[in-house]
């Protein structure tokens, strides 16, 4: 026992101790990893390491050594179980001070008018960089050693590691980001405190007017409001029309329907608007047809609510319809069955047990669609014309002439605020108001048809929805081939070639003008997938697995940060890592971490329903073999969660592709990705390009898709998944 | 204060889960090289007292040490006991040697050693050969005996045993919990074992712990538990006793005179002051008879059971139930018969009523 507590803590303080002497303490903008600053590491004063910066007049760094010295001082004097909670003393006080001294002095000294009055100046310091962030790693784990020492959750230091290093991290990426959007709606430019621009934008008809109910025009929380609950009731009827039909029609193309839902999660959100510019649009093919027709002139009715709404019912019925073909099957056939012995036809069980059966299913498909409208940045990007929503009134807050970031931080606050609602709704009115459970007991009985006055409207509209949807993904494939829309309808590769030309002079040159951001983002999504995976699955077995103090609390605010609009993160990571102590805007890292904890929660959720699959007492036993929580996961964990493992890597790999609301405030010339140069070719009407590279963008998906299904195999346990279930049926001893 | 191996002991440790307390105060001594049963009904606290044995809970007070060393704080991982679990807890993913070697190397043994002390293992659980099938092609009486095998080979001071027979036909777990006995016995390791089963408990156990609502009820041998019941609970949770009023006469030294229904006869007084007193009566240890001398009583009803004959019978005590395996004839309902008391089956439970 003593061995291995004294091994570890060794690890990290000597990690510790070699980042105050040989990294450098602040932030390098050449970037770390390229490893340029080496040659100059002595030379350059900026480059020095945490012990020679606070010789050298940062005094702020001083009470650091002094704890890192005291760390250490109590490995060596202390025996293990005597020093556990000095240790989480020490981890607590470095943290805090860390973080204090971080947020007080900025680039140029202190960030807050009241310390300079108090302690007069102070030289400014850059933000963290690689030792420093190590020490603060450092000190996070000496609090989970000391704890483990203590004999914390059964001294496991492996989780108490784990968790301590996933509240750390949930923190920076996912509560500092907030807080700062918050605070930064009080900030003047300079960063001095001020009520003026919440008081102007608070009040603001634009954003609050109610006049559409007069005649006028509503403001933009209304309307984005209106907006939400007519997607919601909209895709909820959809996507149940479509569940019927699936599960209880004689409907030939069921299987056929079920493939449909594939396709929205691998499109960019707003090809679907775009698709549906060069269908309805003002030189639209369908519009001319009606025009034509009728000779009547359409104009630009697309651009607005309505084509938005459009959008996004094309968008989001597919996941009403994954909701709800859940609840359809989930209820008990025997339920209907028991009604009709009782006398009543098909039609009067639909309405009297089918339906009511179905409600809570119906307000979760209505909530999960109302959150999916609130926060869809592209294609009211696509389609809004001069009438926005939220989310891109927020970007045009930021980005356009306005550069108001109170207003911003004040739309994305009323943004949040109705999705989060709509989140604690789902949570706490829904939950235990499920009556599609799954008994585990074989439950006889098939469900019964519609009655016919339901059936056949059911399959119309079904029928009727898909082939629009099957028209809508034809114009993607079509759009990339034809020379100008709506003008020159000749087939032409001149837009593929201009995206993803490769020309050959002396190797080969890439010369199509998509290539630079297509690389970036595979390169980002392929490094945000795996660790999103490891994160969420990591979290998902802690959630399962272990019983902390404050779990319910964690995994709480862990499936909140999933109704956090991407929006809104993308301006509160932008006013976040701006500036010191962190400062990753404009690189790669903050996509990556923006990816990883936007995506997290969707790990988390697969992984939990996994994990509650497999036996507990396999973990258990594996521990009282012997082997250690790392090894327990790496051995037996993992390879039983293969399926799990998949999910989480295919979700987050194509969301890393697709997602536009948070990226657009992210990216940089540097690292620009896919969607954001899809966005910037539709704004600059090249909409021959946009498409070819949209098409190109979801073949790639496909493929991808299919080489992680092959790289992570299936779990070989034949016959049966897991455990003999108490009081199934035992095989008898016949071949021993 | 030094232990030999493998002794374990339980120093006034408490477990409690929030509001609800499991185990109140529980102490106890395990010499090593026996084999140990904690019975109970479910929720009693035994699985919990094995849990904290094995390190998968923490107790909120008390220590607990394992050959003498205090092993309280230690995780699952670092003690020195093993464990066979109700639903085996087979890897899926490994096969058959993969599982029994798994402890082995994660305790540093070379792979190729770790294998071959794996099959050694699934000789002496009789699965020479069967190292490379996958748990699920196994039959469940295989599966229990790989998971013995895992537990046995890490030769731990203690092997724990949670319920071990319960997804196990009929026939299969008599054979099998002959099979772990033998084997305890051959091999000389502790072990402690949990069962709701009070046949299975009685068959296999040096010592038989009956705990109830997380305390202690009784601790003693097979023969004391059953033949010297110190409570009503215990009487009617070990082979269902009768538990019946009685009246003790008058006491002599060690010697009872206990009159029941009208007729008297000695027993062991076990402290009983002379007065009304409650008496265990095995359904063995009334003989029916269809006259005679005897307790008066009617047959309320009777089931032929192929080798022995079984009566629900009113006497003046109340309903109880008494087997009959010498005659084979079948009294019906109704029938007056004389019910002789025998020396066997009979105890007074010292126990205040």
């Known amino acids: 026992m003593t061995s291995r507590d004294n091994r570890r803590l060794d690890l990290i303080l000597a990690a510790s101790l070699f980042a105050l002497v040989a990294l450098p303490w602040y932030r390098i903008r050449s970037g770390f990893f390229g490893l340029e600053w080496v040659p100059d590491f002595f030379s350059s004063e900026k480059l020095w390491p945490g012990l020679l910066q606070a010789l050298n007049g940062k005094w702020q ?192 193309f069921k299987k056929s329907l079920r493939l449909l839902t594939v396709l929205p999660i691998i499109t960019p959100p707003f090809v679907i608007g775009l698709a549906l510019t060069m269908l309805l649009g003002r030189s639209g093919t369908l519009t001319n047809v009606i025009e034509v027709a009728t000779g009547w002139e359409l104009g630009r009715w697309l651009y607005g609510l309505t084509g938005i709404w459009i959008a996004q019912m094309l ?64 294609n009211p990007l696509v389609l809004g014309g001069s009438g926005g929503v939220l989310s891109t009134e927020i970007f045009f807050a930021v980005v356009g002439a306005q550069n108001d970031p109170a207003r911003a931080a004040i739309l994305a606050m009323v943004l949040l605020f109705f999705t989060l609602s709509a989140f604690l709704a789902q949570r706490f009115w829904l939950t235990g108001r499920n009556f599609a459970t799954v008994t585990g007991k074989g439950d006889g009985g098939r469900h019964i048809s519609l009655p016919k006055r339901v059936a056949w409207p059911a399959t119309t509209i079904a029928v009727a929805w898909a082939a629009f949807t099957i028209t809508v993904y034809a114009m993607i494939v079509f759009g990339g081939f034809v020379k100008v829309w709506g003008l020159d309808h000749s087939l032409t590769f001149e837009h593929y070639i201009r995206a993803f030309g490769i020309g050959w002079d002396e190797g080969i040159r890439w010369t199509g003008v998509a290539w630079d951001s297509f690389w970036t983002t595979m390169e980002i999504a392929l490094l945000a997938a795996p660790l999103t995976a490891a994160v969420g699955l990591l979290t998902a077995w802690l959630i399962v697995r272990q019983n902390f103090p404050g779990r319910s609390v964690f995994e709480f605010a862990l499936m909140m940060s999933f109704a956090i609009p991407g929006t809104v993160i993308g301006i509160s990571y932008i006013m976040a890592f701006n500036l010191p102590p962190l400062q990753m805007t404009g690189t790669a890292v903050i996509l990556i971490a923006c990816f990883v904890f936007r995506n997290m929660p969707v790990g988390v959720r697969g992984g939990v329903a996994a994990m509650s699959q497999l036996d507990g007492s396999l973990d258990e036993a594996s521990l009282s073999l012997g082997a250690g929580s790392g090894r327990t996961m790496r051995k037996v964990i993992l390879p039983l969660l293969r399926p799990a493992i998949l999910a989480a890597l295919v979700y987050s790999f194509v969301r890393a592709i697709t997602s536009i609301s948070a990226v657009i405030f992210l990216v940089s010339a540097k690292y620009n990705m896919a969607t954001a140069y899809i966005v910037g070719l539709v704004e600059n009407g090249e909409y021959g390009i946009a498409i070819a590279y949209s098409s190109v963008l979801i073949l790639v998906m496909i493929t991808v898709i299919g080489g992680f299904q092959l790289l992570v195999g299936d779990r070989r346990i034949r016959r049966r998944e897991e455990r003999v279930s108490p009081g199934s049926p035992i095989n008898k001893e016949a071949n021993a | ?83 066979v679990f109700q639903s085996y807890a087979l890897f899926p993913h490994m096969n058959v040697g993969q599982n029994v070697a798994y402890g082995l190397e994660a305790g540093g043994l070379r792979p190729k050693e770790a294998r071959k002390r794996a099959e050694d293992a ?128 008058d006491v002599d ?50 089931a032929y059971l192929g080798d022995h004959v079984e009566y629900e019978i009113d006497g003046p005590f109340g309903r109880i139930f008494v087997i009959d395996d010498e005659s084979d004839t079948l009294l019906p309902s109704g029938t007056e018969v004389a019910l002789e008391v025998r020396s066997r089956g009979i105890a007074l439970i010292p126990e205040a009523a």
């Open chain 2, 122 to 249: 699934l000789d002496l659980v009789g699965l020479s050969g069967l190292g490379g099938r996958l748990p699920a092609e196994l039959s469940g009486g295989q599966q229990q005996r790989v998971a013995v095998a895992r537990a046995l080979v890490l030769e731990p001071q203690v092997l724990l045993l949670d319920e071990p027979l319960s997804n196990l036909d009929a026939r299969l777990r008599r054979k099998v919990r002959t099979d772990i006995r033998e084997l305890q016995q051959r091999l000389g390791f502790t072990a402690v074992y949990v069962t709701h089963d009070q046949e299975e408990a009685l068959a296999v156990s040096d010592t038989i712990v009956v705990m109830k609502d997380g305390v202690i009820a009784q601790i003693g041998s097979p023969r004391e538990l059953y033949e010297a019941p110190a409570s009503e609970f215990i009487a009617d949770f070990i082979g269902e006793a009768n538990v019946v009023d009685a009246r003790v006469l």
């Open chain 1, 315 to 378: 968008s989001f019925t597919p996941i009403a319809f994954l909701v709800l073909i859940g609840v359809v099957e989930g209820i008990s056939p025997s339920m209907e069955e028991a009604s009709q012995t009782l006398r009543s036809d098909r039609w009067r069980t639909f309405r009297k047990v089918t339906l009511p059966l179905l409600a809570p299913g119906l307000a979760n498909a209505f909530l999960i669609g109302f959150i999916e409208s609130m926060a869809d940045f592209g």
């Open chain 2, 1 to 83: 204060m030094t232990q030999p191996r493998g002794a374990v002991e339980f120093r006034n440790v408490r477990k409690s889960f929030g509001e609800f307390t499991a185990i109140h105060d529980l102490s106890l001594d395990i010499a090593p090289g026996q084999l140990v049963t904690l019975l109970g009904p479910s929720g009693c606290g035994k699985t919990t007292t094995l849990r904290m044995l094995a390190g998968l809970e923490s107790p909120s007070e008390g220590r607990i040490l394992i050959g003498g060393d205090d092993v309280t704080r230690l995780p699952a991982d670092r003690r020195d006991v093993s464990m």
């Open chain 2, 253 to 302: 030294g060690d010697v009872a005179r206990v009159e029941l229904g009208g007729v008297a006869f000695p027993l062991p007084s076990r402290g009983v002051a002379p007065g009304p007193a409650r008496l265990s009566l095995r359904s063995n240890a009334l003989k029916v008879k269809a006259d005679g001398e005897g307790i008066p009583g009617t047959v309320a009803s009777s």
């Open chain 1, 61 to 252: 760094l001083l009470p650091i050594l002094v704890l890192v010295a005291a760390a250490v001082g109590l490995r060596v004097m202390r025996k293990p179980g005597t020093r556990g909670a000095a240790m989480i003393a020490i981890g607590v006080s470095g943290l805090a001070w860390m973080l204090a001294e971080g947020l007080a002095i900025g680039l140029r000294g202190w960030n807050w008018g009241l310390l300079e009055a108090l302690f007069g100046d102070v030289s400014g310091q850059p933000a963290f960089g690689a030792g420093a962030l190590m020490v603060v790693t450092g000190f996070a784990l000496m609090i989970a050693f000391g704890a483990a020492e203590r004999g914390a959750l059964k001294g496991d230091a492996f989780v108490l590691g784990a968790i301590t290093l996933l509240i750390l991290l949930v923190a920076v990426f996912v509560f500092y980001p907030l807080v700062s959007m918050f605070s930064g709606a009080f900030q003047e430019f300079d960063g001095s405190f001020t009520t003026e621009g919440v008081r102007r934008n608070i009040v603001d008809p634009k954003i609050w007017s109610l006049g559409c109910l007069a005649g006028g025009n509503c403001g933009v929380a209304w309307r984005t409001f209106f907006l939400a609950i007519c997607t919601a009731t909209g895709t909820t009827l959809l996507g149940l029309v479509f569940a019927l039909v699936a599960t209880r029609t004689g409907f030939r």
